[in-house]
């Protein structure tokens, strides 16, 4: 079965409290509904993610899963029911078997569901994951029980929910009212829905304290892993000092193939030693010629990105600087700053420092810059 999911995401989140719309918001140093699109690929059994973003956004979501197999973004609608029907059809021109709906604002899919679901569909024209009720339900009127609720046969739904592609398609077509999931579009329909177990991690990010559940449930997952690297360049006259992706100004600067940036060389060394992954000169052969006086501030980007790729997050990293000259302490901070940027954290995860040799050795002299950094990534168990 050919199976495309749809990729909710254009909600604005009033009930979340920011500007930014919460799918957007950064989890552990990656969109919300990036994480999203990542599980549902992880899960198996897709061909294609189709997003429905936000009137107007459609290149920031573009943007968000570069490099995930994902269709162009469709335009959502004023309501998820408007969304999903624009997204199905966006799919009408070449359709698939089965449609998967899922919300961006759901970055966990436990393993298991896809297959769930799409085991469910070869008997039922529709699947969704849902956990029974366990706790005593209530009605209220302001601040008073007004009854209990008997909670046998109640289930908590959640997302992805699959569908029989023409199925959910004529369903939305005919609806003639506003429904909370697209389970119910089918209900209204008269087509049944089956239930596949649901899991409590399938956490949809409504309040904050949602985002901090979920981050925490991803950390209990995750292993750190420590990489160091280190690194040494000439001092010479006429060239631009870069150090840490800034220009350090004054009449000499480093020699190397690239803009021998010392102290990014170091870290990029350190961030793929924790991913096992080599060193920078396998990454980006000074042999070749495309890498000559290149702006290191590339290589670090590769590197943040062999992060993302692993699904793992940067904890932090130290940066030490060992010279004579130039002086580190007046620029340490934009330093900082710009490594954050570079990287794609916050700028207290980062850390740049210097140090002297109490003038020995080559340091010591002032013939050359040398830097030590480590690196700390916690990566999917």
């Given amino acids: 079965m050919r199976t495309i999911a749809l990729l909710v995401a254009a909600g604005r989140g009033t009930r979340f409290g920011t500007d930014l719309p919460k799918q957007f918001l950064p989890l552990l140093g990656r969109p919300v509904l990036r ?6 690929l992880r899960d198996g059994g897709l061909a294609a993610i189709q997003p429905v973003s ?5 290149a920031v979501l573009a943007a968000m ?3 995930l197999p994902c269709l162009p973004p469709v335009a959502g609608g004023a309501t998820r029911q408007a969304s999903v029907l624009a997204g199905l059809e966006a799919l009408a021109g070449d359709p698939p078997d089965c449609v998967l709906v ?3 604002a759901r970055p966990i899919v436990p393993k298991g569901t896809v297959p769930a679901l799409l085991a469910a569909l070869a008997e039922a024209p529709g699947a969704i994951p849902a956990v029974p009720v366990a706790d005593t339900l209530k009605r209220g009127d302001a601040d008073r029980i007004v009854a209990t609720v008997p909670r046998d046969g109640l289930f908590r739904a959640q997302t992805p929910q699959g569908f029989r592609y023409g199925d959910l398609l004529a369903a939305h077509r005919a609806l003639a009212r506003e429904v909370t999931d697209d389970a119910q579009v089918m209900e209204a329909a008269g087509l049944p829905v089956a239930l596949v177990p649901g899991h409590d991690s399938n956490v949809k990010i409504t309040w904050p304290e949602d985002l901090r559940r979920v981050e925490a449930t991803m950390l209990a997952g995750m292993l750190p892993r420590m990489g160091t690297g280190f690194d040494v360049h000439r001092i010479v006259p006429d060239r631009p000092m870069v150090l840490c992706g800034v220009v350090v100004p004054g009449p000499f600067g480093l020699s190397g193939h690239s803009d ?7 870290l990029c060394d350190a961030i793929y030693g924790a991913l096992a992954e080599g060193d920078i000169g396998r990454w980006f052969p000074p042999s070749e010629d495309q890498w000559k006086d290149a702006d290191s501030a590339r290589f670090l980007r590769h590197a943040a990105g062999r992060i993302a790729a692993r699904g793992g997050v940067l904890a932090n990293a130290d940066v030490t600087l060992i010279c004579e000259r130039p002086k580190i302490t007046p620029h340490a901070e934009a330093m900082r700053a710009r490594l954050a940027d570079l990287l794609g954290v916050a700028v207290d995860r980062i850390s740049v420092k210097a140090t002297t040799t109490e003038r020995l050795g080559f340091p010591g ?10 690196a700390t990534i916690l990566l999917p168990v």
Avoid: N, T, Y
Wanted: avoid cysteine.
């Fill in 35 to 40: 994480h999203a699109a990542e599980a549902l």
């Fill in 54 to 58: 936000p009137i107007g956004e459609e």
């Fill in 65 to 67: 899963l570069e490099g």
């Fill in 102 to 104: 899922h919300d961006a």
């Fill in 260 to 266: 021998a940036d010392v102290g990014i060389h170091a």
């Fill in 365 to 374: 002299r002032g013939e050359g810059i040398a830097a030590q950094a480590a």
